[in-house]
């Protein structure tokens, strides 16, 4: 089942795309304030303004860490492991596990927030979490059409 060239990219953009929209609307939904809530003469956003703050940056980020480093992710760990049952599973899993952590350590040091490590590593692991779902689903989508 695996894809090259332009069918693997397809996905990875599919996939991204699908990501950052389930990424921005669960960043919305929980900090969104319901209006039954809110209290007298303080501003609040909608959903949708939240939800469009959310997507722009997210839609970057999910394209560039996304489409770029998860492609060469998966060509090194092609490359070095045999990615049959339920070995390959976990050995993408972590693999991606470590890219979030990795994009966690590169944001906080761009943002100049190393006090908010923590907080950038278990977004960015959720991201990529979130990304490798819709990954998988897409190819094997695709792989049931192509039969």
């Known amino acids: 089942m695996s894809y090259t060239g332009s069918k693997l ?6 996939a991204a795309i699908v990501s950052a929209v ?3 609307l669960g960043g919305s939904w929980q900090t969104y304030t319901p209006i039954s809530e809110r209290l007298p003469d303080i501003g609040y956003y909608s959903f949708s303004g939240l939800f469009a ?3 722009v940056p997210s839609f970057f980020i999910f394209i560039i ?3 770029i480093l ?3 992710i998966d ?3 092609i490359k070095k492991f045999n990615l049959k049952g339920i070995k390959g ?3 993408m899993v972590l693999a991606y596990l470590l890219l979030g952590v990795i994009s966690g350590v590169i944001f906080s040091i761009f943002f100049f927030r190393i006090d ?6 278990f977004i960015s692991i959720l991201g990529a979490m979130i990304f490798l779902f819709f990954q998988t689903v897409f190819q094997f989508g695709f792989y049931k059409l192509a039969k």
Request: glycine fraction near 4%; charge should be positive.
């Open 9 to 14: 990219i397809f996905i990875k953009i599919i």
């Open 22 to 24: 389930a990424f921005s």
């Open 53 to 55: 703050i959310n997507f």
């Open 65 to 67: 860490l996304g489409v």
């Open 70 to 72: 998860s492609s060469v």
């Open 75 to 77: 060509s090194i760990i």
């Open 89 to 91: 599973i976990l050995t």
């Open 116 to 121: 908010f490590i923590i907080n950038y590593i």
